[in-house]
């Protein structure tokens, strides 16, 4: 399935490199999200993306930085991160509702395993 | 309080059986609701969305109980490909504010 790709699957970086991850939706959708899940905790929301704007940013340290280019494509950008960042960080899309604002169901990508050494 | 919160099991069941799993929500604002499925190291997938008459898909059954905030999956006749991990998620309001349980880890014995 290529609805929503990311690049990379695997990454190790240590706490001074800088490093980004990619996504890309190929389905039409308007609102891009990241998440983070790390072992034992639910999906925690990081950032949405509504029509490339960013609507919500949930308390995320500095150290991720994401950019959404077009609807389609959206990057987070690494730099300085902790031990404890290391986890598997998924991207989703959906298509968001006019008029109601509501959105129909999030379609992930495979997601990047981040390890922070 | 949580959002979601879904009991993380885990359930070891045989082959055959019926399973059901449950799922409370905070928000009484809440909007859609939705059963993804988790492999292990993949990434979610929708199962089912939740509707408020419940609703059925082949031998997986979805209800919702508003007034008690509640949502259940039932799962009939288990396989062994259903073992996976059944996360719960909430979407509040009219916003795009998705909420997910830890989900519930199933495993179906031969």
């Known amino acids: 399935e290529t609805g929503v790709t990311q690049t990379p699957r695997h990454l190790v970086m240590g706490m001074t490199n800088k490093k980004s991850l990619k996504c890309e939706q190929h389905l039409g959708h308007n609102a891009m999200y990241w998440y983070k899940q790390s072992a034992k905790k639910p999906l925690e929301l990081m950032f949405v993306y509504n029509f490339k704007e960013q609507t919500e940013n949930n308390s995320v340290p500095s150290r991720f930085s994401p950019e959404c280019p077009n609807s389609s494509h959206l990057f987070l950008h690494l730099h300085t991160l902790q031990p404890e960042d290391s986890a598997l960080y998924l991207c989703a899309s959906s298509q968001v509702l006019r008029g109601e604002g509501g959105t129909n169901e999030q379609f992930f990508g495979p997601g990047t395993r981040l390890t922070v050494l | 309080r949580k959002e979601v919160e879904q009991d993380p099991g885990p359930f070891n069941v045989p082959e055959g059986a019926t399973v059901a799993f449950n799922c409370t929500y905070s928000?009484?604002?809440?909007?859609?609701f939705f059963w993804y499925r988790q492999d292990c190291r993949k990434e979610p997938k929708l199962l089912m969305s939740?509707?408020?008459s419940g609703n059925e898909d082949g031998r997986f059954t979805a209800q919702l109980n508003r007034a008690s905030q509640y949502i259940s999956l039932l799962i009939r006749d288990s396989k062994l490909s259903d073992s996976a991990t059944y996360l719960c998620?909430?979407?509040?309001?009219?916003?795009?504010?998705?909420?997910f349980g830890t989900g519930t880890s199933l495993t179906v014995i031969p």
């Open positions: 939740v509707y408020s």
């Open positions: 998620v909430v979407r509040q309001g009219t916003g795009n504010q998705f909420y």
């Open positions: 928000n009484s604002a809440s909007q859609s």
